[in-house]
């Protein structure tokens, strides 16, 4: 696979399953959906909560999800577990609160450095793919390279809330600085959290930049598109503009 890919993260057509404790929509679908129309893998998160993915549907995707499938994951042994039997291409430990809404930061890779490294040698020993999701700091890059990590995810919501064009470019220079870095060291870089059409250009000049995850986007996108066209839009703005601007 050439190019920058597209992971689609399908965790809103399970809250919206949820929300009724019924069976429709279908995440299992929902993905074969997303991949039959350009997206190149599916990002799932399995919270300890179990707010909106559930652990039958992370084995029903393991067995559909033909491109890659990337599984997001607090620390925690429940999910761990999980994890190593379902043994997805990756897995993107990130941080997680019971009261968030969505993933707000970072995974404090210094502060939980012994602990990571251990997560990261059970599923090495499986051979799955370790991304961190991380903020875009130069330091926590490297803690990421310590901690023995196949990639880092730069966490790009701070870019996507900025308003003020001097708040954007900021927050785009912290990340082209951190991709860099990541690419010195020999991470591979994956970004996303909040990238919607009308942001994702700039984030595709991001040095190394292999793969997009983003989720709520497209499918909030899908309610008035049909999941389809919202999945073929992303695709296409990534594949018209491979280098960014």
């Known amino acids: 696979m050439s190019g920058k890919i597209l992971c689609v993260n399908i965790d809103h057509i399970a809250t919206l399953r949820q929300a009724r404790g019924e069976h429709e929509p279908d995440p299992v679908e929902g993905a074969m959906i997303c991949e039959n129309n350009g997206a190149d893998g599916i990002t799932v998160h399995l919270r300890e909560d179990r ?33 190593s039997k379902v043994i997805p291409d990756q897995i993107t430990l990130v941080p ?96 996303g959290h909040g990238l919607k059409y009308s942001n994702v250009i700039p984030v595709l000049s991001l040095a190394g930049l292999e793969e997009l995850n983003i989720g709520h986007s497209i499918i909030s996108n899908a309610v008035f598109l049909g999941l389809p066209d919202a999945v073929k839009k992303m695709k296409k703005i990534i594949l018209d503009n491979p280098h960014g601007s």
């Open 51 to 83: 707010r909106h993915i559930q652990d039958n549907d992370v084995f029903a995707l393991r067995d559909v999800v033909r491109g890659k499938f990337n599984l997001e994951m607090a620390l925690s042994d429940d999910i761990i577990e999980v994890a």
């Open 96 to 191: 997680e609160k019971r009261a968030e809404l969505t993933t707000e930061g970072g995974l404090d890779v210094s502060g939980n450095m012994s602990r990571i490294r251990d997560v990261i040698k059970v599923f090495h020993d499986l051979n799955v793919l370790v991304s961190l999701f991380i903020e875009p700091d130069i330091d926590t890059v490297s803690a990421s390279k310590d901690a023995g990590a196949d990639y880092i995810e730069i966490h790009t919501g701070r870019y996507c809330n900025a308003a003020a064009p001097e708040d954007i470019t900021r927050e785009l220079d912290k990340m082209h600085r951190a991709a860099e870095h990541a690419c010195a060291l020999g991470l591979r870089v994956n970004a």
